[in-house]
């Protein structure tokens, strides 16, 4: 799980559906919840942002569009290669951030350690968390 | 309705503390006292039963007081009508199940002796004696036995502690089905998580003698402020490693689910561990059986 600490600065909310903006290093992660009553979701106060590795997709030499939001530029540091999955360990701003995707796409994207990728997660991956 | 109100200097092995609690428990109510070993559950069970004399002390059950230190009075544990059940079974090794059971009555009474074999399936058992049993169904007998007395509190200290998982779950059912079917009052002290989930009305979570904090199972436990939707508790059976990851076998009520976790977060999960599954409400699929 990755765990990333920011400050909310906008909850946008339609009924029982909010998306709610956090600010990290002054960059920006969204997160779409369900139900907005809970307290610490309120704009200023410290939150841990959550997303499993296996929702970070990774991108390289990234052209044209796409929906997701949430896109960081990070640097790869290190690269555990499986038999099926490998995980990726990159830095972005002054965090680690760990991704797992298939070897297939690893191999596909001919990853090395160093290289400058994009690293994507849906809106409705990232979870938010009270410290 | 029953009132406790405790005093108690207690002195543990490096600690010494006050019992201080004050608590009422409704009628057919299944309460659970959860908390470290040493932080007083079971002296609070043994002061109900008037095993362990106390400080200062209030005890009322269904409008009969057991104890109250200012007025003196103090009934012994033959005249107060509970049924205790400890962790090792106690039973007669010399009488045979049913006349364990019926020991334990005031008066005969077959038919509701009857009942009780029947509902608890120790009918086929009665005969025998203690040794010739499992450690379930010992327990399942001391059980019983408590229940024959028709008690107007029924205590459960660890039951449950001495016996395999698979023993354990059914058990624990057994137990729900008892406490309604005789509408029970009971008190269980647990530290199992699936048994104060799937068994209580309200907990007690008990630190150094004091009642920390009280109310449904999963308003008390399950607090850490997520923003999933999707929450269940569960037990740790297995972790294995796969390829890169790990694969967490996570037992919840009866079903097996299964997790894929990375390195860092399994370090310090054991099995046996209880934990939090949490996802968003916007992954789950939902299909109709």
Redesign the interface.
């Known amino acids: ?1 990755n765990k990333l600490k920011g400050f909310i600065s906008k909850v946008s909310t339609s009924g029982n559906i909010s998306i ?1 903006e956090v600010n990290i290093q002054s960059e920006k992660i969204f ?5 907005n009553k ?1 307290e ?2 309120k704009i200023g106060n410290e939150v841990y942002v ?1 997303f499993k ?2 929702e970070v997709s990774i991108a390289k030499d990234f052209k044209g569009e796409i929906s997701l939001q949430n896109r960081l530029n990070c640097k790869i540091l290190k690269i ?8 990726i360990i990159m830095q972005w701003k002054n965090e680690k951030i ?1 991704s ?1 995707i298939t070897t297939k796409s690893a191999e596909r994207l001919s990853l090395r350690e160093g290289d400058n990728i994009t690293a994507f997660i849906k809106t ?2 990232v ?4 410290i | 309705m029953i009132e406790i109100k405790i005093k108690k200097h207690l002195t543990g092995q490096d600690t010494e503390f006050e019992l201080n609690i004050d608590i009422h428990i409704k009628d057919k109510e299944f309460i659970t006292l959860f908390g470290k070993s040493g932080a007083g559950k079971t002296t609070i069970l043994r002061i109900l039963a008037g095993l362990t004399p106390v400080d200062y002390g209030f005890i009322k059950v269904k409008e009969k007081i057991w104890l109250d230190t200012e007025r003196n009075i103090n009934l012994p544990p033959q005249k107060r009508n509970i049924g205790f059940v400890f962790q090792d079974y106690a039973l007669f090794p010399n009488m045979t199940v049913e006349e364990n059971i019926k020991f334990a009555m005031d008066k005969q009474n077959q038919e509701f002796l009857d009942s009780i074999l029947e509902t608890m399936q120790l009918k086929h058992l009665k005969h025998q004696k203690p040794d010739k049993l499992s450690g379930g169904q010992k327990q399942k007998v001391a059980i019983a036995r408590a229940i024959a007395r028709k008690p107007d509190i029924l205590l459960l200290d660890e039951p449950l502690s001495a016996l395999d998982l698979d023993t354990r779950l059914k058990f624990q059912e057994e137990i729900k089905k008892i406490h309604k079917e005789f509408q029970l009052t009971t008190i269980l002290v647990s530290h199992d998580f699936s048994e104060i989930f799937k068994l209580s009305d309200r907990v007690f979570v008990l630190s150094n003698g004091k009642i920390i904090k009280s109310g449904k199972p999963e308003d008390v436990f399950i607090q850490e402020k997520l923003s999933g939707k999707v929450k269940l508790t569960g037990q740790i059976i297995k972790i294995e490693k796969e390829d890169i990851v790990y694969v967490i076998s996570v037992l919840i009520g009866n079903n097996i689910i299964k997790v894929v976790a990375v390195e860092e977060e399994i370090k310090d999960l054991n099995v046996g561990d209880n934990v939090i599954i949490a996802t968003k409400a916007f992954n789950p699929f939902i299909i109709k059986m």
């Open positions: 799980m709610v997160s779409i919840i369900i139900g809970e610490f979701l959550l590795e296996t555990n290669k499986g038999k099926l999955l490998t995980e760990k797992i409705n991956e979870s938010l968390m009270e």
